[in-house]
């Protein structure tokens, strides 16, 4: 089971012992605080995701964070697809924060989410749409 969370306002999901980082940062990252290789510069506009090196230990995503049954890089495509902002590469709080939202999770750390992976792309572009509507 893969597990999402956020990584200096990116995505950081784990899938089968691999680590991939979706989205842009929001802050300078401390790769190597984490134990990974820092990877360079991030191009979410160009490469939708980037896998990361373990460096060193045995990395963990820090929480709140989702499990999911979909693994590798077809998790890393679909939650570029889901939670990115197309026109910058920012992760958007406000999707993220309706996952958790959504499952009424009683501030439990870790929540399912296999139902945003599942759910078909016409219907989850209409909820993109409604959410990062400027009010």
Known sequence: MAKVGRFYGAL???SNGDF??????????????M????P?????LENRFVKLTVAAGNPEIPPPLFECDVEGEVLAE????????????????????LIF???ENDGKDVIDANWL???PDEIWEIVQDQVLRCT
Request: aromatic share 10%.
């Open 12 to 14: 950081l999901a784990k």
């Open 20 to 33: 991939f980082i979706v989205g842009d940062l929001k802050t300078p990252a401390d790769y190597e605080a």
């Open 35 to 38: 134990g990974f290789a820092n």
């Open 40 to 44: 360079g510069e991030l191009r979410p």
């Open 78 to 97: 679909k939650l570029f697809h889901r939670l990115v902002i197309k026109r910058n590469g920012s992760v958007s709080n406000r999707l993220w924060n």
């Open 101 to 103: 939202e959504a499952d």
């Open 117 to 119: 992976l599942a759910m």
